[in-house]
């Protein structure tokens, strides 16, 4: 009796997954497995910028919840729910090595799944979410300040 090969990922899922992983390198990374016909994409993005001191991180932690909030519900709506619920950690203001100034980070994790006809929401999606990102990395806390009063 002959084995069965295992069914092997389309030249197209191969390409998606090269694309989203080139995505993901703007503020985080990626995971990827491909299960026939579906690639799964384990997301990591982080929400980091930098801050002047451990006050001033304190102060904006809310803000970033906010953001990080605004940005999961971008996620689930722009993808039509194809991504699911992001998982949401936050970390307290921590200095930096040159102990000039602070960082404060929250890590996105979010997950989804994508076959050859399926993949544009969840792309557009990711990549909005990546760019508003490294913006945030960009622009730092006066950023960060201007996204929140835009989403109150």
Known sequence: MAQRQPLQPSPKLQQLAKEFQQIATMAGFLNSAF????LRLMFTLYARLTVADEAEGLELLPKLRTWCE???LDLREGSSSAILPPQINYAA???????ESWFL???LNFNSKVTDNS??????AVTAAYQAAAALREGGAAGLRAA???TA
């Open 93 to 99: 203001p921590q200095p930096l090595p040159n102990g």
């Open 70 to 72: 605004k940005l999961s």
């Open 148 to 150: 929140a009063d835009l």
């Open 35 to 38: 299960d026939p016909p579906q």
């Open 105 to 107: 980070v929250a890590t």
């Open 119 to 124: 993949y544009q929401r969840v792309r557009t």
